[in-house]
């Protein structure tokens, strides 16, 4: 059982930055697909960013340009999320996702593993 826990959230301020990390509990190599998703209250869950095994990643397109960028490390079998310029709108708890399964996915039932989340707040 692939079991993933996020840390690196909190408060921060408009403007700020925050670096989000998930430890996979085995081999990261065996996990096809890994991502980012964020829950504001009153709504749906909302799809960041992708990376495959194979490296290729993708953000979503509903996101400011260069606002987020996703990326691992193998070696230490963690997965990262850099979030700059953060807004009030940014608030939300961040998940850390995984599939078994390849290839680039951006919606929810493309993952089969979660972690619990962490809150990130951006005060105004």
């Known amino acids: 059982q692939v079991q993933l826990v996020e840390s690196g959230g909190g408060l921060v301020q408009t403007g700020g930055s925050l670096r989000l990390s998930c430890a996979v509990s085995e081999g990261s190599f065996t996990l096809g697909r890994m991502g980012w998703f964020r829950q504001a209250p009153g709504k749906e869950r909302e799809f960041i960013g992708v990376?495959?095994?194979?490296?290729?990643?993708?953000v979503s397109a509903d996101l400011v340009p260069g606002r987020f960028t996703i990326s691992r490390d193998k070696g230490e079998n963690s997965l990262y999320l850099q979030a700059n310029s953060l807004e009030p709108e940014d608030t939300a708890v961040y998940y850390c996702?995984?599939?078994?399964?390849?290839?680039?996915?951006?919606?929810?039932?493309?993952?089969?593993?979660w972690g619990p989340g962490t809150q990130v707040t951006v005060s105004s």
């Open positions: 990376i495959t095994q194979s490296d290729e990643s993708a």
């Open positions: 996702a995984a599939s078994q399964r390849g290839g680039v996915r951006t919606n929810v039932g493309g993952f089969d593993y």
